[in-house]
Nanobody, 114 residues
Framework: VQLVESGGGLVQPGGSLRLSCAAS????????MSWYRQAPGKERELVAD????????NYADSVKGRFTISRDNAKNTVYLQMNSLKPEDTAVYYC????????WGQGTQVTVSS
């Protein structure tokens, strides 16, 4: 199983970023996918998740209305569109899948700062 995140970077408050997670090594379309984040000194937290065919999504209260999770099963990729970014969104963002055991990507840094 391999999960490779991309799309992080430095953005000003109010800006946008789109994260991508390319998956390989398993049948992507069979599994729900999640995005987590971990800020310095804090525990890793769930940001959003999406069902296997994309019909159901779930968001942390802190990102509702600003972030959108989506997936393209033909491309084995899950996305996180992040709008109206705030400094408190600064964290390393991780892609995650549970196939009976945890699988994590290496993470991508998102920094929101002026």
């Amino acid at each position: 199983v391999q999960l490779v995140e991309s799309g992080g970077g430095l953005v000003q408050p109010g800006g946008s970023l789109r994260l991508s997670c390319a998956a390989s090594g398993f049948t992507f379309s069979r599994y729900a996918m999640s995005w987590y984040r971990q800020a310095p000194g804090k525990e890793r937290e769930l940001v959003a998740d999406i069902s296997s065919v994309g019909g159901m999504t779930n968001y942390a209260d802190s990102v509702k209305g600003r972030f959108t999770i989506s997936r393209d099963n033909a491309k084995n990729t899950v996305y996180l569109q992040m709008n109206s970014l705030k400094p408190e969104d600064t964290a390393v963002y991780y892609c995650y899948v549970n196939r009976g055991f945890d699988s994590w990507g290496q993470g991508t840094q998102v920094t929101v700062s002026s």
